[in-house]
């Protein structure tokens, strides 16, 4: 069951830009995460809000969580080319939080 | 750092092969899972283990099967492989506390010829 909905699928935009990631999800959840996957890798976490958080930061990385509307963004500032990879986030439900379910992910593509 | 360790990067099956794909992690964590990921469909969790021997089958099961006899080790097994179970294979574990984020290996890429 795809829980988390990304837009856009994919983003290209110049080194130095902001990129914005938006998460979109269904039902009730008990936290949010997003996770980036270089090519033919594993995905890498990096960051996690809880439902009951707004707003959290993590060096260049933003994100924020809006539970009456059900959706989430990511925000990369200045980006840079090594940002260049697929991101997704992942709902966690209320009742077996450790069952993550994940979206298609967001393609970013970093030109330098 | 938590290393997860997938046994094979790249991996070349004919159909009706048996097919184990191995997962050992090392930080003692209780919940072990393996996803599957295709393009235009995300991950889809298989199947996944909160305790050896225990396990609890995910979104998409069907013609997988899996084994925990040691904590550490998690196995996802294709009893009769089919073409279309041609995948990237993504195992990841974490500790049991409710907010914990997952540690994912590097995937085994898959193909059933």
């Known amino acids: 069951s795809q829980q988390g909905e990304e837009d856009p699928q994919a983003l290209s935009i110049q080194e130095g830009e902001n990129a914005t990631m938006n998460c979109s999800y269904k039902?009730?959840?008990?936290?949010l995460q997003w996770y980036r996957q270089n090519s033919g890798r594993g995905l890498v976490h990096l960051i996690l809000?809880?439902?009951?958080?707004r707003e959290k930061h993590s060096g260049r990385l933003r994100v924020t969580l809006d539970t009456s509307k059900k959706s989430s963004s990511l925000l990369i500032t200045a980006s840079r080319a090594a940002d260049t990879a697929s991101y997704f986030c992942a709902t966690a439900p209320p009742q077996g939080a450790q069952k993550l379910v994940f979206g298609q992910g967001t393609r970013l593509t970093i030109n330098p | 750092d938590v290393k997860v360790t997938q046994s094979s990067r790249y991996l070349v099956k004919r159909t009706g092969e048996k097919v184990f794909l191995e997962c050992v992690q090392d930080?003692?964590?209780?919940?072990m899972f393996w996803y599957r990921q295709d393009p235009g469909l995300g991950l889809r969790l298989i199947y996944f283990?909160?305790?050896?021997?225990?396990?609890e089958k995910g979104d998409i099961p069907e013609g997988y099967s899996v084994s925990r006899e040691k904590k550490e080790r998690f196995s996802l097994i294709l009893e009769s492989a089919s073409t279309n179970q041609t995948s990237m294979y993504l195992c990841?574990?974490?500790?049991?506390?409710?907010?914990?984020?997952?540690?994912f290996g590097n995937g085994t890429r898959l193909t059933v010829t």
């Open positions: 990841a574990s974490t500790s049991p506390t409710g907010a914990s984020p997952l540690h």
């Open positions: 039902t009730s959840i008990n936290n």
């Open positions: 930080m003692d964590h209780e919940n």
């Open positions: 809000i809880r439902s009951n958080e």
């Open positions: 283990s909160y305790d050896v021997k225990m396990k």
